[in-house]
């Protein structure tokens, strides 16, 4: 073999190496987790910008992910499944709420766990649970109680009589 045939041979091999190292943080840093847990189902009025992939935190940290979401045709409530770490035991009075990382981030699902003695199990539910809060509709309703009160305001200062003007001024 030339020397040209092996420095070839050795760059490719360089080549993937590195692409195999990308490929492993891709993987492991991608929200997915390659360890299996049990799971958890929640039912939520509103999910928005909730994804499949996205955390399940409990005080802040990261102890599951979420798996799969769908509508229940009965009650026209969004189903989260969630897969939660196998050494973290939730009790039966936990509650979920979807909550923002940032005023620009995405959702995760905050776990609070409760003081049951009584633990969940593969496949339980979470009962109490706490929607989306839709940034949208918080301004859209701070603007319109804004123009509301301008509104109030003016009406006000219309009906009362403007004081007549002092002589001598």
Excluded: C, W
Aim: net charge negative.
């Amino acid at each position: 073999m030339s020397r040209r045939s092996i420095a070839e041979i050795l760059a490719g091999a360089v080549v993937l190496a590195v692409a195999a190292v990308f490929l492993f943080y891709a993987v492991t840093h991608s929200g997915r987790t390659l360890t299996q847990g049990y799971a958890l189902t929640a039912r939520f009025d509103r999910i928005d910008g909730l994804a499949p992939g996205a955390d399940v935190r409990v005080s802040g940290v990261k102890v599951g992910s979420v798996v799969d979401q769908r509508i229940d045709p009965e009650t026209y409530l969004a189903v989260v499944t969630m897969r939660i770490d196998p050494g973290i035991r939730l009790p039966t009075d936990t509650s979920a709420e979807i909550t923002s990382e940032s005023l620009l981030g995405g959702r995760y699902v905050a776990l609070v766990p409760g003081g049951s003695e009584r633990m969940l199990a593969d496949g339980g539910t979470i009962e109490a649970t706490q929607s989306a809060i839709s940034l949208e509709a918080l301004l859209g309703r701070f603007i319109f109680s804004v123009t509301d009160l301008v509104s109030a305001v003016g009406k006000e200062a219309e009906r009362q009589p403007s004081a007549p003007a002092r002589p001598g001024n």
